[in-house]
């Protein structure tokens, strides 16, 4: 899978972008803040209809057009598929004053209007970025998402089940909330526990299948990055209460039953807080180095490390989950590995069908330049070739 065409109009900082993407290597190199990550953001949204740093829609709208009566952004991409090239469409709505636009996303594929949720992992991607050592040291939610964001591309059932599950938990909670201040009675709750926990079950059931393989593919990507110093274990931490609780199903049913059940348990805790105490929105995911806690023993390239690993680890995941390769998006991760650990990341994503890089730092591509199939200057919201050497 790969991108031959890509077009970004009043995105971010791009008042309008045409960038012919070439199969294997491409290269984005600028100076900081001039547009670099935006690029990589645009595809990305593309993939995963979430944009990988914005709280909203309208932070993706260019600024200069924001106040006129219908800011609007569009990301087309034109895409080559083992499945058959697709062309792939999103407007983006930011805030107007005019009530029949309303805010959010539009996606077309083909020229045919499609749900979001029908159009995530079309085109598959994994971003990598300097940031992702927050999934090895940051709160359980970014481990959440990392695997959210990982399966969704793959598994629409999965999308389906998440989407139902937020409405639930958001129902589920305010019921809580009635019937700890006596407005409403306790067997009400049955009804949203079942509801609960059959989306539930097809989550955790997801989310232990997939880390069952990132875990093996984790372990590989570390030992080879560490030159095998380094060893990574990965595993899952279901939000389900007691230890005895915690050994993993077979089927996404026994999940759901093993959540209602742990659910009975706790449903006098979760009167009393008012919200709900167990399920997949509370999950985490084990992570080790060396046989130590990762957040708090690691040290920091070690961390790095391990997070670069799992992100490897995610697009090996979906090259076998999809049989075609996704893109492979870096974006400035280059600059902050020594050279072995550069060489080994740039020997693995190679086998990629494509591969997008960015850098600030012309040098630290030095050795790779000549291969790549497009280079790309990127200045104050502009594209344009790389003359450089």
């Keep these: 899978m790969y991108i031959f065409d890509l077009q970004l109009t009043n995105f971010r900082n791009y008042a309008r972008s045409h960038v012919p993407l070439g199969e294997g290597l491409n290269l984005a190199i600028g100076e900081n803040a001039q547009g670099k990550s935006n690029l990589l953001e645009a595809i990305y949204l593309l993939s995963t209809l979430r944009s990988s740093r914005a709280s909203s829609d309208a932070d993706l709208v260019r600024r200069d057009i924001l106040e006129s009566d219908f800011p609007v952004s569009r990301l087309t991409a034109e895409v080559h598929r083992s499945a058959g ?13 005019d009530t029949q636009h309303r805010a959010g996303k539009r996606v077309r594929i083909n020229g045919v209007a499609k749900r979001a949720s029908e159009a995530v992992g079309q085109l598959a991607a994994t971003l990598f970025t300097t940031l992702d050592i927050d999934i090895v040291a940051g709160p359980p939610l970014l481990r959440r998402r990392y695997l959210d964001m990982m399966i969704s591309q793959v598994d629409r059932g999965y999308l389906r089940a998440m989407q139902r599950y937020a409405k639930v938990l958001q129902q589920r909670n305010s019921l809580l909330k009635q019937v700890r201040e006596r407005q409403a009675s306790s067997y009400d709750l049955n009804f949203w526990d079942q509801e ?25 990507q570390m030992v080879n990055l560490s030159d095998g110093q380094e ?23 026994e999940w759901t039953g093993r959540m209602l059940a742990v659910m009975q348990e706790t449903r006098s805790r979760e009167i009393g807080a008012g919200v709900t105490l167990v399920g997949p929105h509370r999950d985490d995911v084990t992570i080790e180095v060396n046989e130590l806690p990762a ?19 995610e697009a090996t995941y979906l090259r076998d989950a999809l049989g075609d390769d996704p893109v492979v998006l870096l974006d400035d991760v280059l600059s902050e590995l020594d050279a072995r650990r550069r060489k080994g990341v740039l020997e693995y994503i190679d086998s990629f069908e494509q591969t ?16 790549a199939s497009a280079r790309f200057l990127v200045q104050a919201g502009a594209i344009m070739p790389f003359e450089g050497e």
Excluded: C, W
């Design 85 to 97: 090239n697709l062309h792939l469409e999103v407007a983006i709505v930011g805030r107007s004053t």
């Design 196 to 220: 609960l926990a059959h989306a539930g079950g097809t989550i955790m059931h997801a989310r232990a299948e997939a880390l069952g393989r990132i875990a093996l593919f984790g372990e590989e």
């Design 231 to 253: 060893h990574l274990d990965v595993t899952y931490a279901p939000a389900l209460g007691k230890a005895e609780l915690l050994s993993v199903p077979i089927e996404d049913s």
């Design 295 to 313: 957040a708090t023993m690691a040290s920091r390239a070690q961390q790095r490390t391990a997070a670069l690993s799992l992100r490897l680890a």
């Design 356 to 371: 997008i890089v960015t850098t600030a730092d012309p040098d630290r591509v030095r050795d790779i330049l000549p291969g």
